[in-house]
């Protein structure tokens, strides 16, 4: 939105017409002030499965068309392969680049595309059309020509430490990220620079817009990942100033069982979130350990039996009914000895091929179904790292059809009880909304779907 209240040149508001139409007139909005060559950057806001790896393979096609070299800065390895295939397999004729470590070797895959090289050196990567490496790559590479044109993906993950390393590189820049995925990661705490212009810690978006508060920005406002079940609630409760939609309606997508439920609190919540896209599987009330062993355990049972009763989707993508497989499935929690724990009881159960980890290694991935463990279940306090806006975003959009969470009673009142008490730093922007309000709109939410059940 403009300051005025306006939406933006280009974006339709969530609900006005095609969401195809809405995203494509977003996108040319985009691309137009990409090309123009009157801004040194462009910032681009992206709710989850909104298309971000799309634009970027559109963005760096057409400037490599309009002979102009292009860097693209992603910020794991596992970004820079993807991105490196996707655009070799959208644009076979343009040649990439794809810079790496001495210790980091590229996808092995990637050696099915011609049209892809693959080296330490930039100087052997030189007269490609477009270079994509890591940020902590691009860092270190020092003496030469600046790139025209750079595209930042995932710009939110990104420290604007990073960014000072690397933006003596290009002249311009397509900034592109999601602000409401988790803050950048930092290993040493940061207070002494919060409210400053340089703080290292603050993503290179919002330490780029303190500096260029005229740059042009854009959003991409339909979500082709979070079905219609989905997006309001994760809109409204993560994205109240830049709400989206989804890409799908009621009914484009359904998750079916070929096996009927045996009437326990497992299979009646999966038939609630079939039927609502939702699902929450209440335990008892109770004080725990972080890896609660009841809450494990139920975990893997819903997984297991999201696998036994024969689980098919249908959605735009196929409307012939497909097996949900168990690389379709995905358990998220917020410690990594929880998704450990989680892991030992499905391999307990004879589980194997689900992906179980912790939001920060699930952030940009997309699954049909998710289980998700919740971050307060059975916590005796709120802490800030339970209570990261981000985290929970993460936690809440990574599915296609449909999410179940299974948590403990009473963490609406642990929330009441532990409102936010840290310190407010002049400077520094607030983040809204913050882990309390957005907690409690999903949990106001997920009580519409609630299923209770005592193991």
Not at 179 to 190: I, T, Y
Not at 355 to 369: I, K
Not at 429 to 440: L, M, Q, R, S, Y
Request: hydrophobic letters at 45%; aromatic letters at 4%; proline letters at 7%.
């Amino acid at each position: 939105m403009n300051g005025d209240g306006t939406a933006r040149a280009g974006v339709a508001a969530p609900g006005d017409g095609d969401p195809a139409a809405a995203a494509g007139a977003a996108t040319e909005a985009i691309l137009r002030d990409v090309r123009s060559g009157t801004h040194r950057g462009v910032v681009v806001d992206s709710p989850p499965g909104a298309g971000k790896s799309t634009l970027v393979v559109r963005a760096a096609t057409e400037l490599a068309g309009a002979g102009e070299q292009v860097m693209i800065v992603a910020q794991t390895n596992a970004q820079v392969d993807d991105l490196a295939d996707r655009l070799a397999t959208a644009a076979p004729e343009v040649t990439v680049g794809r810079l790496h470590g001495s210790d980091s070797p590229p996808d092995p895959a990637l050696a099915r595309h011609p049209s892809v090289a693959v080296s330490a050196k930039p100087a052997d990567l030189r007269d490609r059309q477009v270079v994509i490496a890591t940020a902590a790559k691009w860092g270190y590479v020092k003496d030469v020509e600046p790139w025209r044109q750079a595209i930042v993906d995932e710009a939110y993950q990104m420290r604007s430490d990073a960014l000072l390393r690397v933006a003596g590189l290009f002249e311009r820049a397509l900034f592109v990220g999601d602000p409401g995925q988790l803050d950048p990661f930092s290993v040493v705490g940061a207070d002494q620079w919060a409210g400053l212009a340089y703080d290292p810690s603050a993503s290179a978006v919002v330490t780029l817009l303190a500096h260029n508060p005229g740059l042009p920005q854009h959003r991409l406002p339909v979500s082709w990942r979070l079905p219609a079940t989905a997006a309001p609630l994760v809109s409204g409760a993560f994205y109240p100033y830049t709400p989206f939609r989804s890409g799908t309606g009621h009914g484009d997508r359904r998750l079916a069982f070929a096996v009927a439920s045996d009437g326990d609190g497992p299979d009646r919540v999966l038939d609630e979130a079939a039927a609502g896209g939702w699902g929450l599987l209440e335990l008892p009330a109770r004080r725990t350990p972080r890896t609660d062993p009841e809450a494990v355990a139920a975990v893997a049972t819903v997984v297991r039996r999201l696998l036994e009763r024969g689980g098919v989707t249908v959605s735009e993508r196929s409307p012939e009914p497909v097996p949900l497989t168990a690389d379709r499935i995905a358990v998220g929690t917020a410690h990594r000895d929880q998704a450990a724990a989680v892991r030992a009881a499905l391999a307990a159960r004879g589980v194997t091929g689900v992906a179980v980890d912790t939001a920060n290694r699930l952030q940009g991935r997309e699954f049909d179904v998710t289980v998700v463990l919740h971050p307060l279940s059975g916590r005796p306090d709120a802490t800030e790292f339970h209570l990261e806006t981000g985290r929970l975003c993460v936690l809440a959009s990574r599915h296609r059809h449909a999410c179940i969470v299974v948590c403990r009673a009473g963490v609406a009142e642990l929330l009441d009880e532990h409102p936010s008490t840290e310190p407010v730093s002049l400077g520094v922007t607030v983040k809204f909304p913050d882990g309390w309000e957005a907690n409690h709109a999903v949990l106001a939410h997920l009580a519409e779907h609630r299923v209770t059940w005592r193991p």
